[in-house]
C-alpha cells in the first residue's frame, strides 16, 4: 500500500520532503508533480526501482529516461555541454523543457539511448520537485506518468492513488499540475533540433 503525502505547492513541509526522499534512497518508486504533469521517478541507482517502472509502463528498454536535475551544476555531472549550449540552458531552466545531450561516465548504462550515449535532462519550475532535489543531493530517475494506451499523463492524486497503491510506494499530492508534455530539445548535433513542440516556448530555437 503506497503512501499519501499532501505536500504543499509552495511552501512544501520539510518533514515531508525527507520522509519522501528516505523512501527515494530505499529504493521507493515514488509519484511526484512536476511543472508540466505528474512523473514517475526512483533513485539513480537503482535497478530493482527502474525495472518497476518499466513494468508500470510497459516501456521496453529503447525508452529515454530523463534525469530530473536540481541546476545547471548537475548537469554538467552527467552531460557534455559546450559554452554555447550552457547558454541555450541559462536562458531555458527551470522550465518546461527536456534537453537530449551527450551523457558523460556518470549516467549508469542502463539509462542511455542504446546508440548514442545520450540522456534527457531536465530542470522542472516546481517548489516541490526543488525541495526533493535539494534533500536528495542527486538527480531522480524519471519518466511521465503515461499509463499504457494512454496518451496523456495522469493528473489527480487521488485517482493516481487508487490505480497505482499497490505498485508504487508513494504518491505525492501537490495538487492539480496539468497533462502538458515537456518540450524536447536535442543538442546531440552542431545546431538545436526540436524533437517535440509542448509547454515550454520554442521561438528562441526557430
Known sequence: MSQFFQIHSENPQKRLIQQAVDIIKKGGVVVYPTDCAYALGCHLGDKSALDKIKRIRKLDDKHNFTLVCRDLSEIGTYAKVDNQVYRF????????????????????????????????????????????????????????????GDVEPLSDPYEIRDL??????????????????????????????????GAGDVSAFD
Open 89 to 148: 540552458l541559462k536562458a531555458h531552466t527551470p522550465g518546461a523543457y527536456t534537453f537530449i545531450l551527450k551523457a558523460t561516465s556518470e549516467v549508469p548504462k542502463r539509462l542511455l539511448h542504446p546508440k548514442r550515449r545520450a540522456i534527457g535532462l531536465r530542470i522542472p519550475d516546481n517548489k516541490i520537485v526543488q525541495a526533493l532535489l535539494e534533500e536528495l543531493g542527486e538527480p531522480i530517475m524519471s519518466t511521465s506518468l503515461i499509463m499504457p
Open 164 to 197: 497505482l497503491q499497490h505498485e508504487i510506494d508513494l504518491v505525492v499530492d501537490g495538487g492539480y499540475c496539468g497533462t502538458a508534455a515537456t518540450t524536447v530539445i536535442s543538442f546531440l548535433d552542431d545546431q538545436p533540433e526540436i524533437i517535440r513542440k
